[in-house]
């Protein structure tokens, strides 16, 4: 499985972005796909995941309101929409692929497959 994010960049705060990150697989709606961030100097967190349905998705609550996971499971894309930002977004932003059993989506180690990250700048 390989995964290709796209749609970092720099925006101001209270500015909005759509991140895409692409897999390459023919199993796509067997992966639970997840959204994780990595700011300077600071581990890695989890910021959303989709079960293959979208039936269930979970945020962090540091984005509730805010962003918004969705994925599209015939072009093999999840995306995440990103509004109201604010500086403290600023991160790398990953995308991973994983079997990851209900009321574990949170968890790094559950995941099998990451994407390279795509850079989100918001400045103030």
């Known amino acids: 499985v390989q995964l290709q994010a796209s749609g970092g960049g720099l925006v101001q705060a209270g500015g909005s972005l759509r991140l895409s990150c692409a897999a390459s697989v023919r199993t796509f709606n067997s992966y639970v796909m997840g959204w994780f961030r990595q700011a300077p100097g600071k581990e890695r967190e989890f910021v959303a995941a989709s079960s293959w349905s979208g039936g269930n998705i979970v945020y962090a609550d540091s984005v509730k309101g805010r962003f918004t996971i969705s994925r599209e499971n015939a072009k093999n894309t999840v995306y995440l929409q990103m509004n109201s930002l604010k500086p403290e977004d600023t991160a790398v932003y990953l995308c991973?692929?994983?079997?990851?059993?209900?009321?574990?989506?949170?968890?790094?180690?559950?995941?099998?497959?990451w994407g390279q990250g795509t850079l989100v700048t918001v400045s103030s």
């Open positions: 991973a692929a994983g079997r990851v059993p209900v009321g574990s989506y949170h968890y790094i180690n559950e995941y099998d497959y």
